[in-house]
């Protein structure tokens, strides 16, 4: 079983939709949780993190359950620029450092006019 | 302010040779991490330099080996290529302290082709 599990999807949606990802992590030791975006054939690049108690950055908000070990992220009034691959990703840093991140797979969206 | 820098953007080697990638991390950052992606799936850990040393490393042979310099830069060095090394090597710059330490930035990567 990976770490870091996701639907790969793809995921086809209109624009406009409303679209959640959901993610979940096996290492109860993870400390911190992030989403980043990458695009086709580029670098992965931080989207948000995840709290707790939630956040929300525009149309996007995340959502983190550490009881479950599950980590969502919603993209409301999806838009065109939206279609990516967006990687679900934790980081198990220790006392003394700034810790490794283990991604999930990804999950594509596309969306369409 | 100068994000992470890569070098080179494109490799094309053949199995058994030698690979030496460059990474430049962020401006002010002080460690630096090495990912391996294949097509299709997230980045892998590679290994972690700060301080000149590595001080993490992931499930990756000893023909995976690294170096940080004292200006932070680092260099990921591959030998005895084989076929499946063919990915995108992606370096990550962040902050040792502070409340962003756990915050890692991504450069652009290299994408190597072994043949």
């Known amino acids: 079983r990976k770490e870091v599990e996701q639907d790969p999807g793809p995921f086809n949606v209109p624009e406009g939709a409303t679209v959640a990802f959901n993610c979940t992590y096996s290492?109860?030791?993870?400390?911190?949780f992030f989403w980043y975006r990458q695009d086709c054939r580029k670098e992965p690049k931080l989207l948000m993190s995840v709290y707790s108690s939630g956040n929300e950055d525009g149309r996007f908000t995340a959502q983190l359950n550490r009881a479950s070990q599950y980590i969502s992220l919603l993209i409301r009034d999806s838009k065109l620029s939206d279609s990516a691959t967006y990687l679900c990703v934790v980081n198990r840093a220790g006392s003394s450092n700034t810790g490794k991140l283990i991604f999930g797979q990804g999950t594509t969206l596309q969306v369409k006019p | 302010d100068a994000g992470v820098t890569q070098s080179p953007t494109h490799l094309i080697k053949t199995r058994g040779q030698q690979v030496t990638l460059r990474c430049s991390p962020k401006?002010?950052?002080?460690?630096v991490s090495w990912y391996q992606q294949a097509l299709g799936q997230g980045p892998q850990f590679i290994f972690q330099y700060y301080e000149e040393e590595e001080r993490q490393r992931g499930n990756f042979p000893d023909r995976f080996s690294g170096h940080q310099f004292p200006n932070y830069s680092s260099e990921l060095n591959v030998n005895a290529l084989l076929l499946g090394d063919s990915a995108l090597y992606l370096c990550?710059?962040?902050?040792?302290?502070?409340?962003?330490?756990?915050?890692?930035?991504f450069g652009p990567g290299t994408r190597l082709t072994v043949l």
């Open positions: 990550a710059s962040s902050l040792e302290s502070g409340e962003s330490r756990d915050t890692q930035y």
């Open positions: 401006s002010g950052h002080d460690t």
């Open positions: 290492n109860s030791a993870s400390q911190s």
